[in-house]
């Protein structure tokens, strides 16, 4: 069954979390105004999925199921699925900002391949309960929230090492027919207003850390689970054009000894295949975010044209607006082509899926992170001061004041100045606002720190490959004599390679060696 937004939204009213905003409870997540645009940002994947022109993006086949489903939740089998998944974020998030939906796909994707992975390696049945969960998700059509990022209180110290270990979900009780979890994530996307959460490891463990290395999916309204939301968006304010509309709510997602039964245990202490699931679920993160934050780019694209031709200015005549623009698409499709490279260079997983290009998806995402903040400087330069200067929409319907401003706060004659004002709160909203700052903050660590990304890109470019052709163009030929090995993590170990040192042995030999010569 695909659900329309408002199907979701109705779905909503079944569950019951406790759930709490600016420090009051919410009674009910689908009518508490603090939470409606993200409820719509949301809603926007699922009525795109029934619009003729958007289905061929927007719905896929599901092999293991024969089914037709919405793509956020679609594991994907090959290059074309990528493009499509690409192409389907970009859509929706054009529209909405962010539809926070992704992050649902992206964490099905890892864990279709890490269960696979941890049943090859150890005889579990992972794969056939996440199967079965996936199906159900897919026939339900829900969404679920991510909860991957742990709060992790002292970071020089391993989980198993914090003064108090709730600081990290772990696994506190192995039952017979279950788990218990506890702890707390930090950072949930979406938290108060999904059907599910997928509890998933944020690092690597080690095997002493092994109850820390758990995944399992849970009820957002299970016994024992807390949120502690931020309100989505900006609800109720006049001025923001865009994020009164759609918006992101993010949670504190506390878990307080909760029973999960083995059906949605899916890892409990597989140390380095939990490790594997980070990785997996990062790299399939990361290439949806280019998707997403190029929808953000055609937002600021748009706005930005409209703000110059309603300042009276033309691209085609002024040399520096062209060249900002210029600049600012050049930024959006430069991320966003390594978002289609990334797509094209897949490999094949064993379990059958398709995995992006980890050097292509982590570059491009890195460029978004560094360069949200030249998007956003962009859109200033060519709107001028107005967006920050313009008085607040209340004096657009002020009669001691609306003539006189309407009179002189206009640009071209032939462009009425409401709509001028019009597009300018929109570009304040989305480039100067608390709201503004806040996506530029998830545009920088959403997805793992830039630095995870430069050691996903240093880990995984065949750096030794570049330095064998220059060898072998000056004819030095020391690779092939094994005179260097690659240091670079990924290429034949987690740490990279190392020269061994001599033995003792070694060393005396060379001495008496040396002396007899």
């Excluded at 579990?124 to 059509?141: A, C, G, I, K, W």
């Excluded at 970071?155 to 990290?168: E, I, M, T």
């Excluded at 991320?335 to 899926?353: N, R």
């Excluded at 830039?450 to 000056?474: D, S, T």
């Amino acid at each position: 069954m695909l659900m329309t937004a408002a199907d979701y939204r109705e779905s909503l009213r079944r569950y019951k979390p406790r759930v709490f905003v600016n420090g009051e409870a919410v009674a009910s997540v689908a009518d508490e105004p603090l939470l409606a645009p993200g409820v719509a940002g949301v809603g926007v994947t699922y009525d795109f999925a029934h619009r003729a022109e958007h289905v061929p993006i927007m719905t896929a086949r599901q092999t293991t199921s024969g089914k037709t489903v919405n793509r956020m939740l679609h594991i994907n089998e090959s290059s074309q699925d990528l493009l499509y998944k690409l192409e389907a974020v970009r859509l929706v998030c054009r529209t909405s900002g962010c539809a926070q939906r992704y992050l649902t796909h992206d964490a099905l994707n890892g864990l279709y391949q890490a269960t696979r992975l941890t049943d090859d390696r150890h005889g579990t049945d992972y794969s056939q309960r996440f199967l079965n969960y996936l199906h159900e998700v897919q026939d339900q059509d829900l969404t679920l929230g991510v909860a991957m990022t742990d709060a992790k209180g002292d970071r020089s110290k391993r989980p198993g090492l914090q003064a108090n270990p709730d600081v990290y979900v772990h696994i506190k009780e192995r039952r017979p027919d279950g788990i218990v979890i506890r702890g707390t994530k930090a950072i949930v996307t979406g938290a108060p207003y999904m059907h599910e959460f997928l509890v998933m490891p944020c690092r690597t463990h080690v095997p002493a850390d092994k109850d820390f290395a758990v995944c399992c999916a849970v009820p957002i309204d299970a016994p024992g689970v807390t949120i502690v939301a931020r309100p989505a968006g900006r609800p109720g304010d006049a001025s923001a054009k865009f994020s009164a509309k759609y918006g992101q709510s993010v949670g504190v997602v506390i878990f307080d000894d909760v029973f999960v039964p083995h059906e949605r245990v899916f890892l409990a202490g597989e140390t380095e295949e939990g490790g594997f699931l980070t990785t997996s679920y990062a790299t399939h993160h990361r290439h949806s975010c280019i998707g997403a934050r190029a929808g953000f780019g055609d937002l600021l694209i748009g706005a930005g044209a409209l703000m110059i031709e309603a300042n009276g200015l033309d691209a085609e005549k002024h040399a520096h607006i062209r060249e900002a623009m210029v600049e600012l698409i050049t930024i959006t499709e430069s991320f966003y082509a390594c978002g289609v490279a990334s797509s094209v260079y897949c490999t094949k997983d064993p379990a059958g899926s398709v995995m992006p290009d980890a050097v292509f998806s982590n570059i491009g995402k890195l460029l978004l992170a560094t360069k949200i903040y030249d998007m956003h400087r962009v859109a200033h330069y060519v709107s001028g001061g107005l967006i920050v200067a313009l008085p607040g929409p209340d004096e657009d319907h002020n009669p001691e004041t609306r003539a006189s401003l309407a009179a002189v706060m206009g640009g071209r004659p032939d462009i009425p100045t409401e709509q001028r004002a019009e597009v300018a709160r929109l570009i304040e909203d989305l480039t100067v606002s608390h709201e503004a700052g806040w996506y530029s903050v998830i545009s920088l660590h959403g997805g793992g720190s830039p630095e995870a990304m430069k050691r996903e890109i240093w880990r995984n470019y065949p750096v030794m490959e570049k330095a064998e052709l220059v060898e072998n163009l000056l004819g030095r030929g020391l690779v092939d004599e094994g005179q260097r090995v690659s240091k670079q993590p990924g290429r034949c170990c987690a740490t990279g390679c190392e020269v061994p040192a001599p033995s003792a042995q070694a060393v005396e030999q060379e001495r008496e060696n040396a002396l007899v010569r």
